[in-house]
């Protein structure tokens, strides 16, 4: 019954390293959405995108890009990892508003929770 | 933008007892989300509100929906504490991403 899946649970990277977050989701949604996590500070947008090819900023994109090269999957890409980016990273996909009253859950995959030492 | 406020960020209250978390938001919103994250987990969904005087239940949760005020609320009814989690409401509005409350971590004691 799994919907979104990240490619990891934990992770652990050494400053400057280029690290790689996948998700992939097997509900044919377009919209797919990376989200951190850090206490006191909730849920904090990096990038989504609303179709294959196709990204937006989010709040914090500062450090971060993604690649959305078919529908399913959906790549979270540090450049150059730095400390400030350890934190719990959550990706999320569903359809689109406007696609009808069915299937409009957002599902969350299982985070990754990521450290850079 | 949409924007997504929530009250109370905290809650603590006794097993039992009743009581309604509030979720205001700024601007119309296609879809309404509420979502429950336990310690170190991500966030199950619970509801899925989309339009105006939807109610939904789900054991001792019911969350319901008021366009025209721009609210939403998740209401607990005789609080158990396995709901003891932090909880979510998120808007999404069409073209844009979920917009997220800061959450209600909320405490049931007995």
């Known amino acids: 019954d799994v919907k979104v899946t990240q490619s990891s649970r934990y992770l652990v990277k050494r400053t400057g390293e280029k690290v790689f977050l996948e998700c992939v989701q097997d509900?044919?949604?377009?919209?797919m959405f990376w989200y951190r996590q850090d206490p006191g500070l909730g849920l904090r947008l990096i990038y989504f995108?609303?179709?294959?090819?196709?990204?937006e900023k989010g709040d914090i994109p500062e450090g971060y890009s993604v690649s959305r090269e078919k529908k399913e999957r959906f790549s979270l890409i540090l450049e150059s990892a730095s400390t400030n980016q350890t934190s719990m990273y959550l990706c999320?996909?569903?359809?689109?508003?406007?696609?009808?009253?069915?299937?409009?859950?957002?599902?969350f995959g299982q985070g990754t929770r990521l450290t850079v030492v | 933008e949409l924007k997504v406020e929530q009250n109370p960020l905290f809650l603590s209250m006794q097993e039992g007892k009743n009581y309604t978390i509030y979720c205001n938001y700024s601007?119309?919103?296609?879809?309404l989300y509420w979502y429950r994250q336990d310690p170190g987990k991500s966030l199950e969904s619970l509801f899925v509100l989309l339009s105006n005087g939807a109610v939904k239940q789900e054991g001792r949760l019911m969350a319901s929906l008021d366009t025209k005020a721009r609210l939403s609320t998740l209401h607990i009814t005789a609080a158990v504490h396995d709901l003891s989690a932090t909880y979510f409401c998120?808007?999404?509005?069409?073209?844009?991403?979920?917009?997220f409350g800061k959450g209600t971590s909320l405490l049931v004691t007995p």
């Open positions: 998120a808007g999404l509005l069409s073209g844009y991403a979920l917009n």
């Open positions: 995108s609303y179709d294959v090819k196709m990204k």
């Open positions: 999320a996909s569903t359809v689109p508003p406007g696609r009808g009253l069915l299937n409009t859950e957002a599902f």
């Open positions: 509900m044919d949604h377009e919209n």
């Open positions: 601007t119309t919103s296609d879809r």
